[in-house]
Structure formats: C-alpha cells, structure tokens
C-alpha cells in the first residue's frame, strides 16, 4: 500500500506491506524525489502498469496531478521496492524543456485511475473543483468529475503519457457540423453561426494550420461567452527533433511544453458542458480544464475561430451537440 507523505522537505510515495491485509508494515519509501522543485507533501498518491507494457506510472497531487514513467520491481519481504523513472520525475522538469508533467493544467486534482479488463485499458478521472467563491447563482453542486480519459505511451515520444478521452464518448456526438476550411487572419476572428449555444453540452474538434516550428503562432477558437481556448507555438530554439513544442491555454490555465508530432496541422478538440470546459491538445499530450459560468448574455456572443497570433492561419473542423450521458439505475446496477 503506498499512501501519501513527506519528511518536512519532499514529498513522495511511503509504502507499507502485510502479509495477512491486518498487520501493516512501514517499510520505507516506494519514491522519495530529491529534485529541488519536489513539495514537502504528496497527496492522493496513484501508481499503475500501462496495460501491455512493462512500464509503471507514479503519480502524486502537489499543486497539481504530476506524473512519472517509469520501471518497478517488487522485492519479497519487508524492504522498499524500487521504482526507477525513465522520464522526468514527479514535480522535475521545466518549461524550457520536454518537463512539466501533470495530468491536466487546468483545474484538475486527486485524480484517480482504473482497469478496464475488458478493453485492458487504464482510465483515468480526476476532480475538476468550482473556480472563484462558490456556489456560483443557480448552482445546486459543488465541483464535478472530469470526462474519463485513457493513459497512454506516446508512441512518439516513449517517455512521455497522453491523455485522450475515451473512445465511447463518441458515441454521444449528435448531427455533426462542418466547419469549413477558414483562412483567420492574424489579429482576426471568424465567427460560426452555425453552431449555438442551445445545443447545451458539446464537442468541437478543430485542426489548426501553421508553422509551429515558428514563434509567434497563437490560435484556436472563443466559447462560452468569450473564453479562448488556443494553441501557441514556443520559440524555435526550444523545438526537439521530431516534435513541436506548444502551450495549450483554455482561459488562462495554460499548460507548457505540450509536445505533438512534427506536423503542419495540430488538432485541438474542445468539450463543453453548462458550467466546464476541457480541451485536448495533440492527440492529449496537453490536457487543460477549466470551469465557468456564463450569463445567457455571455452566451449570445456565439463560438469563433480567433488568432492573436503574428500569422495567418487556417483553420477547420467538426461540431457535434453532445448527448446527456444516462446513468445506470440502480435495478440495473444491481443486476
């Protein structure tokens, strides 16, 4: 059992064993980071196999979901395992670099991840808690659970996790709605009319044109009464070989050095719900969330295509009005 905790310096990873699940055993550290941006204390600690690898994920909620990849092996008796990290550590790494290696850059805690053996799948969800002072008017809840993503290697990139959402929530989508191939100039905007906020939740998948081995890219598209939600490409000097570092900002939670293939075009999909927003950048190797809390007024304003960037670009995608998930009654849970 690793539960969370620190010696007053860093955080990390205790574990403890039994050989009977009564009489439990401290045995020492199953992760102790020393690098200098550790925190004193890790919460809601997570730690899991990617179905079909023999690679571990080590997680621990400190100002954030920060992850590490990496190897485990399991001694016998009461001593300390190892866990061995093959990409950065827990709360390493910069922004300078391929570091930064959190779940969601949003508003995302105490996540935790399950098996699916149907799928051999892990599935991760995650705490999206109420922003500013809460409740909010009209509100009758406080904070929600995230949409359930999947964990995954970056085939890219084998260090490094994405986070797509699932597969089923695809089923959801209603009648899709094109957005055309649309030139944003730079500074400029481009509004859809044809999709409204009377469709409630939604989905909105948008591939952005660019050169992001330049600086200066800076484009995505407005909802929810005016909150962008936009790639921007990094300066040129930071780019890795193979890949495009980027930023994904969704209403100022900005998450840096989200990394995709080294491509033209970078897809961006964007979920929306009465009170959040959550944005996955590249296939979800950047992953931000966000609540908020627009007046029918705010959500008048419509849903545009905005580059604030120095270039022009192009832009297009699909919209699909989003089904309420239903949930299983309890006679169904039953059976």
């Given at each position: ?138 509100e009758d809840w406080s904070s929600i659970q995230s949409l359930p ?181 309890a006679d169904e849970l039953l059976a």
């Amino acid at each position: 059992m690793a539960t969370g905790c620190g010696d007053r310096k860093k955080g990390g990873a205790c574990l403890f064993k039994s050989a009977n699940f009564v009489n439990w055993t401290a045995v020492g550290w199953l992760h102790h980071p020393q690098g200098p941006q550790n925190t004193q204390f890790w919460e809601c600690p997570d730690f899991f196999q990617i179905p079909g690898t023999d690679k571990w994920v080590l997680k621990g909620s400190a100002s954030g979901d920060w992850w590490a990849l990496g190897s485990y092996t399991q001694k016998t008796g009461m001593v300390e395992d190892t866990f061995t990290p093959i990409s950065y550590d827990v709360h390493d790494g910069s922004t300078q670099a391929l570091g930064l290696q959190k779940y969601d850059f949003g508003q995302f805690y105490a996540s935790k991840t399950f098996y699916d053996p149907v799928k051999k799948r892990q599935i991760l969800w995650g705490w999206v808690a109420e922003e500013g002072r809460s409740p909010h008017a009209g509100e009758d809840w406080s904070s929600i659970q995230s949409l359930p993503r999947s964990v995954l290697i970056d085939p890219t990139n084998t260090s490094r996790l994405m986070f797509p959402p699932i597969e089923e929530l695809e089923t959801l989508r209603g009648t899709p709605i094109t957005i055309p191939s649309t030139v944003v100039k730079s500074k400029g905007t481009a509004p859809l009319p044809m999709i409204t906020s009377s469709f409630g939740q939604m989905e909105i998948e948008i591939n952005i044109t660019a050169d992001f081995t330049q600086p200066g890219v800076q484009a995505g598209i407005s909802v929810m009464g005016g909150v962008p939600v936009f790639l921007q490409s990094l300066p040129k000097k930071m780019n890795v070989e193979g890949v495009n570092l980027l930023t994904v900002n969704a209403g100022g939670h900005v998450g840096q050095s989200v990394i995709g293939p080294s491509t033209s075009t970078v897809n961006l999909r964007v979920f929306l719900d009465k009170s959040s927003i959550e944005a996955y950048a590249a296939g979800g190797r950047g992953v931000v969330s966000k609540r908020v809390y627009p007046t029918a007024a705010q959500l008048a304003q419509g849903i545009q295509l905005i580059n604030t960037g120095a270039s022009d670009v192009t832009i297009s995608g699909t919209a699909w009005p989003m089904a309420t998930a239903t949930y299983p009654t309890a006679d169904e849970l039953l059976a």
